[in-house]
């Protein structure tokens, strides 16, 4: 590669840092806007939001709840309060799992489903 911009810089009197402008620019006229969209994102969340790489991942919620827990501390009195709680599945494990008996407990829930369709993530 060194070299190739060696012969480049000669051949065409380029200064490095334009050629290189220009090898960049040629590639992203002719690439598709949703690569170059995820090229940027990409570079977005490893510049600007780094600090998402250190947030830690889980495979299942039971393992997220879990840590929440752990964290927070099972006997810390807290005030919970649950954005749709459904059925109350998470709801009644929070329950348990915080054990502090001035606790506050509050679950909402429309009961009107997501306003759109949702899955599994990617
Ligand atoms: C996946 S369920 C929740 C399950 C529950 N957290 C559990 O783990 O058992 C999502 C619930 O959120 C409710 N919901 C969605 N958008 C809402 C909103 N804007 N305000 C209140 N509840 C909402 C839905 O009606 C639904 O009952």
Redesign the pocket.
Known sequence: MGRLLEIYDRTFGYHRQDYIKHVLKLCATRLDPSILRRILAFAVLNNEFAVLKEIPKFGHRDELYYSLVNRIGSNTRIKFV??????????RYFLSAFTNIDSQFYG????????EAWGVGP
Request: net charge negative.
């Open positions: 649950e954005f749709g709680v459904y059925t109350g599945v998470s709801m909402l829930d429309s009961f009107q489903g997501f306003p």
